[in-house]
């Protein structure tokens, strides 16, 4: 069984940056999808970016130019960069690797 524990998440204000991160048991390489997903209650999680093994990135067109995910097989850690937060982008945070799934990382943006 893989685990994957999620970090980053947390209080900020409109506008600023923040990083989650996402740390695997096993070596990242050995996954060719890899993605974060989010959800609100009341609503469907959904996609957020996804990388796959060409490392080729795909996003939301509502995170399009603002998020980015990269990987560090270094660290077996997949990461979502988000610039630009605006309150919409509230939402519990899940990294998907494969056919495993985070426990989530809360973020909000709020002032």
């Known amino acids: 069984q893989v685990q994957l524990v999620e970090s980053g998440g947390g209080l900020v204000e409109p506008g600023w940056s923040r990083r989650l991160a996402c740390k695997t048991s096993e070596s990242i390489w050995k996954f060719n999808t890899m993605g974060w997903y989010r959800q609100v209650p009341g609503k469907e999680r959904e996609f957020v970016a996804s990388l796959d093994g060409s490392d080729t990135a795909n996003y939301s067109d509502s995170v399009k130019s603002r998020f980015t995910i990269f990987k560090d097989t270094r660290k077996n850690t997949l990461y979502l960069h988000m610039n630009l937060l605006e309150p919409e982008d509230t939402a519990v945070y899940f990294c998907?690797?494969?056919?495993?799934w985070g426990q989530g990382t809360q973020l909000t943006v709020s002032s």
């Open positions: 998907n690797v494969g056919v495993y």
